[in-house]
């Protein structure tokens, strides 16, 4: 199946007058200045008119090929620079992967997203990489991948070969970036989320905050997603997981409701993205859970890892859902309906709790 058969997401263009790229970073800051319920009241507002407000999208991650990546990311426990004790694999079998998104689709997820410490892919990996899109979506799932930078030959195989999703973050301000990225530019990454859209596929696009990072990166970072000429279908915002042996290992605790405000202006700027609350989960209680998700966060990482680092168990999750209501979004892009683990829906019945 390729992109051409799927009904397309909703309408998410700078045509759409709802939906504007024009946004100046004077506006951006001045929705973080508002007060916290006033911004919260404007994003909730937003967020229902483009979705249920019910529901979140379920992405499951598995890390294809781990660790000795030559990148110096400050954040990242793969980077062979840093000492993090992780343990280096080689890129997985296409059936390996083919079966865990197989049990991550019984599991309830129906996006299955699929990460690879490198700068870029090589050409040599590329068959395997493209058997493996083709397999994830022969079970009927969406599929994403994050391979780092790409040509344009790698770009069009693998929308030729039906990723629907690539994921490319800009992770901060270019200002900030400096700081914590030197071993590609902040235009490399603009030119690949460029590459992405070019060839039809969807775009992920989304940052860390807890860098150590001020307020106005995270009004570059957000200004910058939100004036990309197409809006990234998804945008996930993560808390960095401090991994000892990294560089930021000891940074400073994220003020919560500074999280939750970012949150809430990526809703208001990009209404028709899901914005998904990405890593970091794991130090957050039920109440940030619940902040995040009124302030329009719609969609999760789901499933006790993400690449390297530990994600809340799949009972924790289901019996917050169900706590504050909230459904698994359903997949319409496919006409082969998905047959989630019943326990999402036991666990989402008012009585579960
Ligand atoms: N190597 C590819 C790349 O960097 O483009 C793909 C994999 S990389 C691990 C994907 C993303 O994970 C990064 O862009 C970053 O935003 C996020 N990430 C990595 N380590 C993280 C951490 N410790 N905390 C939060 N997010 C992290
Ligand atoms: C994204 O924005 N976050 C995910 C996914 N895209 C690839 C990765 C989070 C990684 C957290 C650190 C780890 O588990 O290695
Ligand atoms: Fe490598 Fe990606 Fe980690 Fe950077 S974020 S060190 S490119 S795996």
């Not at 079966?99 to 990460?115: E, K, L, P, V």
């Not at 990072?213 to 808390?239: C, F, K, Y």
């Amino acid at each position: 199946m390729t992109h051409s058969d799927r009904t397309p997401a909703p309408a998410n263009t700078s045509s759409n007058p709802g939906i504007r790229s024009d946004w100046t970073p004077g506006e951006v800051a001045e929705l973080f200045e508002l007060p916290f319920n006033d911004l919260l009241f404007r994003a909730q507002a937003v967020h229902r008119q483009y979705f249920d407000p019910n529901a979140v999208q379920i992405s499951t991650l598995l890390s294809i090929k781990t660790g000795a990546c030559p990148e110096d990311c400050a954040y990242c426990p793969q980077s062979t620079r840093f000492d993090t004790g992780l343990s280096v694999e080689e890129l997985m079998d296409v059936q390996a992967v083919v079966d865990q998104a197989q049990q991550a689709r019984q599991a309830g997820a129906t996006r299955f997203c699929m990460g690879a410490a490198w700068r870029s892919p090589k050409d040599r990996d590329m068959p395997a990489v493209l058997a493996m899109v083709r397999g994830v979506s022969a079970l009927g799932m969406e599929t994403c991948m994050t391979l780092g930078m790409l040509s344009d030959s790698q770009a069009e195989a693998l929308a030729e070969a039906g990723l629907d999703y690539y994921n490319h973050n800009l992770d901060t301000s270019p200002e900030y970036y400096r700081e914590i990225i030197s071993t590609r530019t902040y235009d490399d990454r603009l030119q690949t989320l460029e590459r992405v859209r070019s060839v039809g596929m969807k775009v992920c696009c989304g940052g860390i905050l807890g860098m150590g990072e001020q307020r106005m990166d995270r009004v570059g970072l957000l200004w910058q997603l939100a004036t990309l000429p197409t809006h990234p279908e998804s945008v996930p915002i993560n808390q960095l997981v401090r991994v000892p042996g990294t560089p930021l290992a000891d940074e400073a605790d994220m003020d919560a409701l500074e999280f939750v405000r970012t949150i809430a202006v990526a809703r208001i700027l990009m209404p028709a993205s899901h914005v998904r609350l990405s890593a970091g989960r794991e130090e957050m209680s039920e109440e940030m859970h619940a902040l995040a998700f009124m302030a329009g966060a719609n969609s999760i990482f789901y499933g006790d890892k993400l690449l390297t680092t530990a994600n809340p168990e799949e009972n924790r999750d289901l019996q917050l859902l169900a706590k504050l209501g909230i459904s698994p979004e359903p997949l319409t892009l496919r006409s082969a309906p998905l047959d989630p683990d019943p326990r999402f829906y036991d666990a989402s019945s008012p009585h579960a709790a």
